[in-house]
């Protein structure tokens, strides 16, 4: 699609672009899934991960709250499903799911009102989806199926860790990255 078009659609404004996060979760995730697998690309975005993932030869399917992006998956020829985080799916589906999550802290009397908003804002703590997902995660894999979640330094990378490991996954970061305003890792979570 080209940007032209993206424009004229309103996409470009309702969907989350690929950036550095994204091309740092691709780049983990498409180390990790094996041929075959099926793939889970939680908030979607863009559809830049499941787009790499599908590189992998494993079945990836997308999926995203905002049904702009899952619009914008499907022009990459990827499958989308509309939805909150893991409620469409069955349980024991996934071999591996990868997540880009709004993980900024945003201050409730500065957030927007619109799609951008959900992409980005991970509320207060910058938490605020993160652990509702990992809350539900392990019911969606399949036995030894592996989490690759994207996290910031703003979120507060210890208490994540921790709060993941309360919920009987062990956590690996398997990519970094560092930039003037906050460090970007992958973290692996296998239970």
């Known amino acids: 699609m080209t940007r032209d078009l993206a424009d004229r659609r309103g996409v470009e404004t309702e969907v989350y672009g690929a950036a550095e996060d994204s091309r ?24 830049y991960v499941g787009d790499r993932l599908a590189e992998t030869r494993a ?6 709250l905002n ?27 996934f071999d591996a799911v990868a997540f880009n999550p709004p993980y900024l802290p945003t201050d409730p009397e500065n957030e927007w009102d619109d799609w951008m908003e959900v992409a980005l804002s991970g509320g207060e703590s910058g938490r605020a989806v993160i652990e509702p997902f990992l ?9 030894g199926g592996i989490v690759l979640l994207l996290v910031s330094s703003l979120t507060g990378f210890e208490t994540l860790l921790e709060y993941a490991e309360n919920r009987g996954f062990e956590a690996s970061v398997v990519a970094e990255e560092s930039f003037p305003f906050e460090t970007l890792s992958v973290l692996r979570l296998v239970r």
């Open 135 to 143: 809350d539900s995660v392990s019911c969606a894999l399949a036995p």
């Open 67 to 93: 049904p702009h992006a899952c619009e914008r998956a499907r022009d990459r020829g990827l499958e989308a499903v509309r939805g909150d985080l893991l409620a469409p799916f069955r349980p024991g589906v």
């Open 24 to 47: 740092l979760l691709a780049e983990a995730a498409v180390e990790a899934v094996e041929p075959g697998w099926t793939v889970l690309d939680c908030g979607t975005g863009s559809g």
């Open 59 to 64: 079945r990836v399917i997308a999926s995203d």
